[in-house]
C-alpha cells in the first residue's frame, strides 16, 4: 500500500454495496452545492461576516463529509462524480456578482483599458485621460456610491453627485504581471457589450474545471487516487475565490500544475516544456514561483536544473517584452508599494509573521522566515521525489503559507490544488486559515490575533498528522 494513502483513502470493503454508498457520496455532494449557493449568496462580507463565517464553516464540514463519502465510492465511479461535483460546485460560484473581493473589477478595467490601446501600466484608472472609457457599472454616481467596496475619485467641484469607482486603488498602477493581463484583454476581446462581471466569472469557472481535468490526468498517469482530485474539485474556497470572485489566481494554478505534471515526465523535452509553463504561472501570478523548488525535486546537476529554470526565466522576462515597449512607465506597477502595504518589508505594521512574532522579535520574524524557508528548499533539493515534484511544491508551498501568515484566503488557490496532486489533506488546513482571517477576522476586530490561531491550529493539524503517517509507515505489519 502507498504509505501517503495510509490515512487519506481506505479501500472500500468487499462487502459495501456499489449503489448505497454512491448515493450517499451524491446526497454529500447535494448538501454541500446548497449550502454554497447560499452562502454566495449571502451578501454579508460588511454587513455580517459572523453568519458569513458560519455559512462558510458549513461548507467545509460539508466538504468534508462529501469527501469521506467518496471513499466508499467503487473505483468506476469515481471519476464520473468528481466530475459532475466539479461542475456542480463551480456553477454555485456564478449565482451572484463577486461578494468578498473586488479585484476582477480592476481585471474589467486592465481588459477595457488594452482593448483600446493603451498599456495598462501607464495610468491609474482615475486618470482624467481615460475618462472616455468609463461606464455607470466600474464609476457610479450618486447614490450608487453609498456602497462600502467603492472608492471615491476626484471630480470637479461644481459636480452636484459624488464620483466613485468600484475599483479597489485607483489611484495606482495595475499591479498584475503580462500573462494576467493578456488574459484581461482576451476576455473583453469575448464579452458582449455590457456584460460586466459575468464573462470575467465565467471563465474562471472554466479554468478551474480545466484544472479538474488536469489532476485526473496526472493522477492516472502517475498512479494516485482520482479521489484526490475532489480536494480541488470541490473545495468551497475554488466557487468562492476561483469562481465567484473570479480571481486571476486560478490561470496560474492551472499553468503550474501542467507543468508539474510535465516536470515529472522522464524526457528533458517535456522537463522543458514544463519549465515554460511555470514561468507562465510566475508571469500570471507571482505566486506560482513558489513551486519552482518543487519542480527541481531531486535534481543533483546543473544542468538537469537548468532544463527547467531556463525556460520558465525565459517565458516570464520574454512575457513582459511587449508591454515594456508599448508602455511609457515601469510595467511593474504598484508591485512595490503592494509589498509595503501589505507588510512584508516591515512585519510590525501588519499581520504578516504572526506565529513567528508570538516567539520572535519583529526584526527577527523575516530573517528567521527566509532561513526556515531555504532550509526547506534544500530538503527537497536533496531528498524530493523526482517523479512527484508536487510533493516538494506542497511542502515548500505550505510552510510558507503556516510563515507568512498571508491574509487573502484566494492566495491559498495554488495550495488546495497541489494538496489534490499529492493526497495530504491536512494542508487544507492552511486554506481554512486563509479565509478565516480574511472574513472571520473582521469579526474579533483583529486579523493578526484571528490569523494567530488560524494558523497555529493549522501548523498543529500538519504536524500531528504528519507524525502519525511517519509513525504508521514505521510500524512493522503482523505476523501472518
Not at 143 to 167: F, L, Q, V
Not at 260 to 276: F, I, N, T
Request: charged letters at 15%; glycine letters at 10%; hydrophobic letters at 50%.
Amino acid at each position: 500500500m502507498n504509505p501517503r494513502t495510509a490515512l487519506t483513502v481506505p479501500s472500500r470493503t468487499a462487502a459495501a454495496p456499489a449503489a448505497p454508498v454512491t448515493l450517499t457520496a451524491l446526497v454529500a455532494l447535494v448538501a454541500l452545492v446548497v449550502a454554497l449557493v447560499c452562502a454566495i449568496r449571502y451578501d454579508g462580507y460588511f454587513t455580517g461576516p459572523a453568519a458569513l463565517s458560519g455559512w462558510y464553516a458549513g461548507c467545509w464540514v460539508l466538504f468534508a463529509g462529501a469527501l469521506l463519502a467518496l471513499r466508499r465510492v467503487p473505483a468506476r465511479r469515481v471519476v464520473p462524480l468528481v466530475l459532475a461535483g466539479a461542475f456542480a460546485v463551480a456553477a454555485t460560484g456564478l449565482v451572484a456578482p463577486p461578494r468578498t473581493s473586488t479585484d476582477s473589477y480592476r481585471y474589467a478595467w486592465d481588459g477595457r483599458v488594452q482593448a483600446a490601446g493603451i498599456s495598462p501600466y501607464d495610468h491609474a484608472p482615475q486618470d482624467a485621460g481615460l475618462t472616455r472609457l468609463r461606464d455607470p457599472w466600474l464609476f457610479p454616481t450618486g447614490a450608487a456610491c453609498a456602497g462600502p467596496d467603492r472608492a471615491a475619485i476626484p471630480h470637479p467641484a461644481d459636480t452636484p453627485a459624488p464620483r466613485c469607482t468600484r475599483i479597489n486603488r485607483p489611484a495606482v498602477h495595475t499591479i498584475y504581471p503580462p500573462v494576467a493581463e493578456a488574459y484581461f484583454l482576451v476576455v473583453d476581446l469575448l464579452s458582449p457589450e455590457g456584460a460586466r462581471h459575468k464573462p470575467l466569472q465565467i471563465g474562471a469557472g472554466l479554468l478551474s474545471l480545466g484544472v479538474t481535468g488536469a489532476l485526473l490526468l496526472i493522477l492516472r498517469r502517475r498512479g494516485g487516487d482520482p479521489r484526490w482530485a475532489a480536494y480541488w474539485a470541490w473545495c468551497p474556497a475554488v466557487p468562492v475565490e476561483a469562481v465567484n470572485n473570479a480571481h486571476v489566481d486560478v490561470l496560474g494554478v492551472l499553468l503550474a500544475v501542467a507543468g508539474l505534471g510535465l516536470v515529472a515526465a522522464r524526457g528533458p523535452g517535456a522537463r522543458a516544456a514544463g519549465g515554460l509553463l511555470l514561468g507562465a504561472a510566475v508571469a500570471t501570478k507571482l505566486m506560482p514561483a513558489i513551486a519552482l523548488p518543487g519542480a527541481l525535486s531531486g535534481v543533483r546537476r546543473v544542468r538537469d536544473a537548468a532544463v527547467v529554470l531556463l525556460p520558465a526565466a525565459a517565458f516570464a522576462v520574454l512575457a513582459y517584452v511587449p508591454y515594456v515597449l508599448l508602455s511609457r512607465g515601469s510595467v511593474f506597477g504598484y508591485l512595490g508599494g503592494y509589498v509595503e502595504e501589505e507588510g512584508y518589508e516591515d512585519p510590525s505594521s501588519g499581520s504578516r509573521y504572526v506565529l513567528l512574532r508570538l516567539v520572535l522579535p519583529d526584526d527577527w520574524a523575516l530573517p528567521v522566515l527566509l532561513a526556515v524557508l531555504a532550509g526547506v528548499c534544500l530538503y527537497v533539493l536533496w531528498r524530493g521525489d523526482p517523479r512527484r515534484p508536487w510533493s516538494g511544491a506542497l511542502l515548500v508551498t505550505g510552510w510558507a503559507f503556516v510563515l507568512l501568515t498571508p491574509g487573502y484566503s484566494w492566495y491559498a488557490l495554488l495550495l488546495v490544488a497541489l494538496v489534490a496532486l499529492d493526497g495530504r489533506w491536512e494542508w487544507l488546513g492552511v486554506a481554512v486559515a486563509g479565509a478565516a482571517v480574511y472574513v472571520t477576522g473582521q469579526v474579533f476586530g483583529s486579523r493578526e490575533t484571528t490569523g494567530a490561531l488560524a494558523y497555529g491550529l493549522a501548523a498543529l493539524l500538519v504536524l500531528t498528522v504528519t507524525a502519525l503517517r511517519h509513525r504508521h509507515r514505521h510500524t512493522p505489519a503482523p505476523a501472518a
